[in-house]
């Protein structure tokens, strides 16, 4: 674990903080799909990312969920953030969209890092921003842009994240992420293969 951590955190914390975290954090793999948060579940722990993609929604009453964001690497979740410093029940459900590397650290030292290390204390400051900054995007997104716009940037950010020009996500969960129905997705997954945007495949999209 030492190795990932400073590969990834070595320039963003300092060498007594990285020993630290490797004491204390627990290391995990996730495969693809898993559920990581689920909606009233109490968070103990908050998830620095190594590799790959998490998915964090907003489930509403009739079990039907928003995408708010993504986690990647070098991000935590300011929703975990949250939760483990009120010591509240969780509000989002979190799903790794990609096999995901990531150390969990354990709540009681997120607040004495803070006063005793300036890169975490930022560190912490920072993921608030971001995340708060790709909420404000969402809310744009829908309020201000039309579906078929909405589900061509959520193609274009799938292909970043995944680093593949072939998406492998059914209609329905792409409909599931930008709470809609999969008909209306289908039509419109349709019209962009008419204007030469993607390709259709059976299992997979293909971006052109």
Not at 46 to 52: C, D, E, N, V, Y
Not at 60 to 73: P, T, V
Request: charged letters at 25%; one cysteine or more.
């Amino acid at each position: 674990m030492n190795i990932e951590l400073q590969q990834h955190y070595g320039v963003q914390f300092e060498p007594e903080l990285l020993l630290e975290i490797s004491k204390v954090g627990s290391f995990l793999e996730i495969e693809e799909g898993e559920n990581l948060i689920s909606v009233g579940q109490y968070v103990k722990s908050m998830p620095l990312i190594l590799s790959g993609s998490i998915k964090i929604l907003r489930p509403d009453k009739e079990g039907e969920a928003l995408l708010l964001y993504h986690l990647e690497r070098g991000d935590t979740c300011a929703m975990t953030l949250t939760c483990c410093l009120g010591q509240t029940k969780s509000e989002i459900h979190a799903v790794s969209e990609t096999p995901v590397q990531l150390i969990m650290i354990p709540i009681e030292k997120m607040e004495a890092w803070s006063s005793k290390y300036k890169s975490w204390r930022n560190f912490v400051f920072e993921s608030y921003h971001n995340r708060m900054m790709e909420l404000l995007e969402s809310i744009d997104n829908i309020v201000f842009n039309n579906l078929d716009q909405r589900l061509e940037n959520y193609i274009t950010t799938k292909t970043e994240l995944i680093n593949s020009k072939h998406i492998y996500s059914t209609h329905k969960e792409i409909a599931n992420d930008l709470y809609t129905n999969r008909v209306v997705i289908s039509r419109l997954l349709k019209k962009m293969e008419n204007d030469h945007k993607i390709k259709l495949h059976r299992s997979f999209i293909e971006v052109l």
